[in-house]
């Protein structure tokens, strides 16, 4: 069974940092693309950024200038380094990954880790 595991949230003050992981049960390899997204309560998920298989990276573009997704293959974790968060920026985190090879077709997600924003 392939799982998804996210880490890494928490209370933070404005202005301040979090980095979260993810680390899937099997090979990246296996995903054609990795992600982040986001739900704010009472809002709808939003896309926070990506990387695809060969490194391609995309990024919401009002979160670019803050965000870095970035991936560390041996050990089959993704990361998303949030910097200078505001209270804009509490959500539940959501890390996404689509299947490839054997996976092909599979959508996974993990179960989300809590980041709120406040003094």
């Known amino acids: 069974q392939v799982q998804l595991v996210e880490s890494g949230g928490g209370l933070v003050q404005p202005g301040g940092s979090l980095r979260l992981s993810c680390k899937a049960s099997?090979?990246?390899?296996?995903?054609?693309?990795m992600g982040w997204h986001r739900q704010a309560p009472g809002k709808q998920r939003e896309f926070v950024a990506s990387?695809?298989?060969?490194?391609?990276?995309k990024y919401n573009d009002f979160l670019k200038d803050r965000f870095t997704i970035s991936r560390d293959i041996a050990k089959n974790t993704m990361y998303l380094q949030m910097d200078s968060l505001t209270p804009g920026d509490t959500a539940g985190y959501y890390c996404?990954?689509?299947?490839?090879?054997?996976?092909?077709?599979?959508?996974?997600w993990g179960q989300g880790t809590q980041v709120t924003v406040s003094s």
């Open positions: 990387v695809s298989k060969d490194g391609v990276i």
């Open positions: 099997i090979s990246h390899s296996n995903f054609y693309i």
């Open positions: 996404n990954a689509g299947g490839t090879g054997r996976y092909r077709g599979r959508d996974y």
